[in-house]
């Protein structure tokens, strides 16, 4: 029984790495970048669109970013093989080995018995240099599908060994969020990553000062983390930190050589700040993460003939859309500058400060206005009679510390997992705004994909997020074995 299991795990393996036809000449490349946006579809894309031609002027339109206009333009179905509605662990695999895995799984099959190779472990054994850059913590899901391979992403330790031993040159962007375990009882794993030779580096002077070396390998992680050592939101960043393109340029001075880089960076709090239906702080690292891309874009001027970008994302997150009930046909993106933080810089900031030593006794919604219209831009005595009332009723929620209940289904429609008052908050900025959201979990649709350079035009078309690795593998040259069991 246990073998026929294995056998028909390994039928399923050989079935979707079948070696690739195209269409289209594929010519290699030796630079080869893929950014990935964590919950970033059309909708976040476009919200940043808009958002900055809102800026720019008055008559509606867009703002086209650096990526949304490559020129070679696709759509990527997301599914995994448990759920239209994939996460970032099977999206992960499904985009960097070509497999499709259940929901949670990292580079294992569903049955959680093979274990699959990722297109940076090819890339790696052809000789070329390997970066993986991400602003949430390098344990998180999506950096790990590219070096890792664990039954569940909650494995986060063992993500953590993985990386010390993984062998790759370059390591950026958030810190690790259990370097120790669980407990916090388990060998340092930056230990483990200095003795495998990483230079490791915590602090934005000494990142500036990195300068390549032969045989250097790099774990960067950013001085500054927010919550679950991520790098902060663009919108919370202070002068002088580091950003995401600093990590990316970093990344390219570090990684170039003749052999040529395989170099992924993922903007992940896109994610979740969609999770949380934070538009503003969505919307702020959208555009950071085309500055990062703008990094690559100049690389690849340089070296047109050898080098691929691409930008997908794993899904979208949110629901999110333009477009809202109670406002119809109008937008006014404007008032999404008026929030100054992200959701999260909101809790720690106002509403920790406000409920520290205070009881629902002696709490006033009325002490807490300036706040609300200073941080969000939101004028209390202004808003309906009905958002005052779901601003009254978050606020009691939320002084008596109620998020936990979010379990009961009425108030997790409401609030999700957030603190209520906060996501009441986002709801009424986006939604005057003009901006919906459906739910606080990811969606199903497809996800666009762009290319720019080497091959570009095999990213054009409709196809499954498992063909982003079979097309990648074509331009770099990887012979594929004629199944993945490793
Ligand atoms: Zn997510």
């Known amino acids: 029984m246990q073998y026929r299991k294995r056998f028909a795990a390994l039928a399923l393996a050989i079935a979707f790495i079948a070696a690739p036809v195209f269409a289209q000449s594929v010519e290699r ?62 999206a992960g695999t499904a985009i960097a080995t070509g497999n499709k895995t259940a929901s949670g799984v990292i580079n294992m099959d569903p049955g959680k018995t093979i274990r699959f190779k990722t297109i940076a472990e090819y890339a790696k054994e052809a000789g070329m240099r390997v970066g993986i850059v991400s602003n949430v913590s390098l344990d998180h899901a999506t950096p790990a599908a590219f070096y890792a391979k664990v039954p569940s992403r909650g494995d986060i330790y063992d993500i953590c060994v993985q990386l010390a031993a993984s062998g790759f040159d370059y390591f950026g962007g958030g810190g690790l969020s259990q370097p120790k375990g669980k407990l916090g009882d388990q060998p340092d794993a930056v230990e483990m990553a200095r003795r495998a030779g990483y230079t490791v580096v915590t602090s934005a002077a000494a990142f500036r000062a990195l300068k390549p070396v032969a045989g250097q390998k790099v774990l960067a992680m950013n001085e500054t983390l927010q919550d679950s050592s991520s790098m902060p939101y663009e919108i919370d960043r202070e002068e002088g930190d580091l950003s995401l393109a600093d990590y990316v340029a970093k990344g390219i001075e570090l990684l170039f050589n003749p052999k040529g880089f395989f170099f992924m960076v993922e903007s992940g709090k896109i994610d979740w700040a969609c999770h949380a239906n934070d538009a503003a702080a969505s919307i702020g690292d959208t555009l950071a993460f085309d500055r990062a891309i703008a990094k690559a874009m100049e690389f690849q001027k340089k070296y047109p003939k050898d080098t691929l970008i691409i930008v997908t994302g794993d899904h979208e997150t949110g629901g999110m859309s333009i477009g809202f009930a109670g406002t119809k046909y109008s937008t006014a993106f404007g008032r999404i500058a008026l929030q100054k933080g992200s959701y999260v810089q909101f809790d720690s900031q106002v509403i920790a400060g406000y409920k520290d030593g205070r009881t629902i006794a002696d709490a006033n919604l009325a002490d807490i206005l300036p706040e609300i219209k200073r941080f969000f831009g939101i004028d209390y005595a202004a808003l309906s009679q009905a958002e005052q009332e779901m601003i009254q009723r ?5 002084m008596k510390g109620e998020v936990e209940r979010a379990a009961q289904e009425s108030v997790y429609l409401m609030y999700g997992g957030y603190e209520p008052l906060t996501v009441t908050l986002t709801h009424i900025a986006n939604q005057a705004a003009g901006i919906g959201w459906t739910t606080y979990s990811h969606t199903g649709i497809p996800v666009p994909t762009y290319a720019l350079g080497r091959s570009q035009a095999l990213f054009d078309g409709y196809y499954d997020n498992t063909e982003i690795f079979t097309k990648l593998a074509a331009v770099m040259g990887i012979k594929l074995p004629a199944a993945v069991k490793k």
Do not use: H, N, W
């Not at 978050?394 to 939320?398: H, L």
């Open 29 to 90: 490349a030796k630079y080869v970048f893929v950014f990935i946006g964590d919950g970033m579809s059309m909708a976040q894309v476009s919200a940043a669109e808009v958002y900055a031609r809102s800026m720019a002027g008055t008559s509606p339109g867009f703002v086209k970013l650096g990526f949304t206009q490559f020129p070679a333009q696709g759509l990527t179905t997301t599914y995994d093989s448990t759920s239209i509605i994939t996460d970032s662990a099977s």
């Open 394 to 398: 978050s606020f009691i929620r939320t």
